[in-house]
């Protein structure tokens, strides 16, 4: 019988430490770090033992032929007994070096936990649903977690107790999210530590049963809502509330990649200052009559190990900046996706490449992150009691058709859709608003005609509260550019 789960959400909140406290910390994270490099090691190790075995080519045979999967599955299991590739015998491991007065001891149960992430990322690689899991380097592990309230991470009168440490919670009653945590069952805890340009801070978070604490403001409302999101634009439809919106995704989030390349070049400079060796010699070469100096490649396989302080203060500067863009981009797609639950619950939108969308719009997509954000409305959806539907792209042609019933092949830089049948609307919009009429994967056209009577004002009316509203330059996927520009305007 499966094991029951239930519900769970995360409270974070920081921890109060001091010199003492954050050495022992520091410590414990490296022991985790060389901790999971051994594990994974042996894991890898395991792995390419039991790749080898002859029954192993068996068992894959077996496995590709039409009922005879549960017979291969079992035989994979007997493989991975036989070689020790189990999460199991990776717990093993752990009991060398959390033995009873050991110094560099971390915990049994964290020591475990470990072991769980090392082998779950080696069987992901083994399915082949992601390349070979690498060692942790310099930055090490990010978190160490318990399995349990009551083992290594205990929770007493605020304070987090750590094998003889003492961690106060920082936390504020007043703040109704920390009130909801700390007042809800706790599952485990969980220890996370981030770097603040070059500061380490320390936070814990509390692994709750139960659901998150919802403001008032953001109560998700029953309804169905129709999305159609792109590596830059995301527009959003309700036919029951006739409502309709188009704008740039995560719009306030900032690129600055001017200041990211200035650091980038510090980086490098000082890279090759610091360790010559690693650099082939600088040559000259002849371009147009002239003599140009050309800086040497790094040579492949050499380290970099000689840092000085002005470049890892460069390093730290780096990481602040993607840290501070992922923590507004994290704001962001919460504000949009409570938005939308306040819209409706349903959400119907079109399943997508986002890794495909990264080879066209690779910088825009690294900004924004729309596969993120979609995973984000989905969890919450299904916690508000609804759902996040994806529709098959192949069998309904959103971009392409219109409630008409005829469909049309568009460019990617035909913005608006045109039909004969007097239909008239910008591509985006139009596709969202056909999405609130798919049902198992079919378009009824007909709910759609009957429903088109008065939303073709509120999809106009969309796009020129965009134009009215936005003070700065707007992207030409938009479609204000098109020729339809001046019939928009004319809506207000």
């Known amino acids: 019988m499966p094991k029951s789960t ?20 520091k410590k414990r994270f490296w022991v985790a770090k060389q901790q999971y490099n051994a594990l994974l090691g042996e894991s890898l190790k395991r792995l390419h033992l039991m790749r080898e075995d ?47 007065k050991q110094p560099l001891s971390i915990g049994a149960r964290i020591s475990q936990q470990i072991a ?20 942790k ?14 083992a290594n991470l205990r929770l007493k009168e605020n304070t987090i107790y750590y094998l003889g440490l003492k961690l106060p919670l920082l936390y504020n009653l007043n703040d109704p999210i920390h009130y909801h945590g700390l007042h809800s069952p706790i599952k485990y805890i969980r220890v996370v530590r981030r770097n603040f340009n070059g500061r380490i801070r ?40 006739k409502y309709a919106t188009l704008r740039i995704f995560a719009d306030e989030l900032k690129p600055q990649k001017k200041k990211r390349k200035k650091i980038q070049r510090k980086i490098a400079r000082r890279l090759r200052l610091n360790n010559p060796e690693a650099y082939e010699k600088n040559r000259w070469i002849k371009k147009d009559k002239h003599w140009h100096r050309k800086q040497g490649k790094s040579i492949k396989g050499k380290k970099v190990p000689d840092r000085s302080k002005s470049l890892q ?23 949009l996706v409570n938005e939308i639950l306040q819209i409706g619950t349903h959400i119907k939108t079109e399943k997508l490449s986002y890794k495909a969308f990264q080879k066209l719009y690779g910088s825009s997509v690294g900004l924004r992150a729309p596969g993120m954000f979609i995973e984000k409305l989905r969890r919450k959806a ?72 008065g939303m073709d004002i509120v999809l106009r009316t969309a796009m020129s509260e965009l134009k009215r509203s936005s003070r700065r330059h707007l992207p030409s996927s938009l479609g204000l550019r098109s020729g339809s520009e001046s019939v928009v305007c004319n809506v207000s």
């Open 6 to 25: 239930t519900p769970s959400f995360i409270t974070e909140i920081p921890l109060k430490t001091g010199s003492h406290e954050q050495a022992i910390l």
């Open 54 to 100: 002859l029954d192993y080519q068996k068992a894959s045979d077996l496995y590709k032929q039409k009922g005879s999967k549960a017979e291969a599955k079992a035989l994979f299991k007997e493989l991975a007994k036989k070689h020790g590739y189990r999460e199991y015998d990776l717990y093993a491991c752990c009991k060398q070096w959390n033995k009873r």
């Open 116 to 135: 769980k992430r090392a082998f779950n990322a080696t069987e992901e690689y083994k399915k082949g649903k992601r390349g070979k899991p690498r060692f």
């Open 137 to 150: 380097g310099r930055r090490g592990l990010s978190s160490i977690e318990d399995n349990s309230i009551d």
């Open 202 to 241: 320390y936070f814990a978070q509390l692994v709750c049963e139960g659901n998150p604490y919802v403001k008032p403001q953001n109560i998700a409302q029953k309804g169905e809502v129709g999305l159609d999101i792109g590596p830059q634009t995301i527009a959003i439809v309700s036919k029951q509330k």
């Open 313 to 335: 203060k460069a390093f730290d500067q780096f990481a602040d900046i993607a840290r501070r863009q992922a923590s507004h981009r994290k704001a962001q797609h919460g504000k």
């Open 382 to 453: 299904e916690n508000a009691g609804g759902k996040l539907e994806d529709i098959n792209t192949r069998s309904t042609k959103l971009s392409q058709a219109c409630h008409c019933g005829r469909y049309e092949k568009k460019k990617r830089s035909k913005r608006w859709h045109k039909c004969p049948c007097g239909v008239e609307a910008q591509r985006d919009l139009y596709s969202a608003y056909l999405a609130c009429f798919v049902e198992k994967d079919t378009l009824i056209a007909d709910q759609a005609h009957k429903a088109w009577s």
